[in-house]
């Protein structure tokens, strides 16, 4: 009997990640790439590596997008559903650990905080503006200590004297870092005081004095810092769950809300097959200027054909003949 799989796309500014999983919510494979500015060409990328490994030998049977770039990502492999992180990230811990508190997420670029109850979100809050504690913010600092990323946080626990870092923003925690091994402080206190720094950021930034409860999950690429999840903990005094495929819970989700999405609807699913990589398609914005909202709208092509537009306040761009609106 033929076994049905679900693709989960997860699209970022810094990573464009994807999951395949199955019928029982196993994740069969999982791709973490480096978006490098190319998301077209990065998910083509992940598409054909899933294609050169399993071909024609699974089935598809639904398709979900998420992150910030979704909305291109649906587009490009015909989504059958299109969240936001924060839904797909929730679904993906919940589904790990029914009893889920708090979610900490944090990626290359951005972090947030979920909130649930009984397994429903019911507060959040994202930063996208101060990159202090993100993973690109971490992978500089790295850089600038010639220490490579992975080995980054196991530094940190071998602090003996942890220094107080000015963790309020990331050009003061730099600058903060500097002046420490300018006195003489030793990596290993200096790389300790920024993940505590970074964490009380997080914690004085996104939770802004509310009850952090457990079980507690912390996902994204910066979960693999062990330096930030002890920081985590020892300044909560609380267990941090790290889960086995933490730096693609928003493709996971992404995948489950598919399944969930296809088999409420009974409709087949819109993938058209891995064969899409081999499309050319081309990404172009434009202003609107028939009002005075001056929308940014989005216009993807495929083989010189427009496939969708996005980005559109009133609606005038789907509606058109030919023309696909994408929303969340």
């Known amino acids: 009997m033929e076994k049905n799989y679900y693709l989960g ?11 395949l999983m199955d019928e029982d919510y196993m994740v069969c494979e999982k791709l973490y790439l480096k978006t490098s500015g190319h998301p077209v060409e990065t998910l083509k990328n992940g598409l054909m590596r899933m294609a050169g490994r399993f071909g024609s030998s699974v089935k598809i049977r639904a398709t979900g997008a998420t992150g910030s770039g979704r909305q291109l ?12 992180e924060i839904t797909a990230h929730a679904v993906a811990a ?16 951005d972090s947030k905080i979920i909130f649930l109850k009984e397994g429903i979100v019911y507060d959040f809050a994202m930063n996208t503006v101060c990159a202090a504690g993100t993973g690109s913010f971490l992978d500089r600092q790295a850089s600038r200590l010639d220490i490579p990323i992975e080995e980054f946080g196991r530094y940190a626990l071998k602090a003996q004297n942890p220094v107080r870092i000015a963790g309020r923003c990331a050009v003061f925690a730099e600058s903060d870092m500097i002046h420490k091994q300018q006195t003489g402080h030793c990596s290993e206190d200096i790389i300790a005081g920024l993940c505590e720094a970074l964490v009380r950021n997080y914690l004085n930034n996104l939770a802004k004095g509310k009850n952090i409860e457990e079980p507690i999950m912390f996902q994204g690429g910066v979960a693999a810092n062990v330096g930030i999840v002890a920081a985590f903990e020892k300044i909560l005094n609380k267990k941090i769950i790290i ?3 933490y730096d693609v819970m928003g493709a996971y989700g992404a ?9 409420r609807s009974g409709k087949e699913t819109c993938f058209f097959g891995f064969e899409s990589i081999n499309d050319n398609f081309d990404v172009k914005s434009i202003e609107c200027k028939d009002c005075s909202n001056m929308c940014e709208v989005i216009k993807i092509s495929s083989n010189g054909e427009l496939k969708a537009c996005w980005g559109d306040r009133c609606g005038k761009w789907g509606a058109l003949p030919g023309k696909v609106s994408i929303r969340n």
Not at 9 to 19: A, K
Not at 94 to 101: A, Q
Not at 255 to 263: C, G, Q, R, V, Y
């Open 94 to 109: 919940s589904s790990i650990e029914p009893n889920v508190r708090t979610i900490i997420e944090i990626g290359g670029q």
């Open 243 to 245: 889960p086995r495929y």
């Open 9 to 19: 796309v997860d699209v970022g500014s810094v990573s464009t990640n994807l999951v």
């Open 73 to 84: 990502a649906g587009m490009l492999i015909d989504a059958d559903v299109i969240k936001n």
């Open 255 to 263: 995948a489950i809300l598919a399944k969930e999405e296809i088999e």
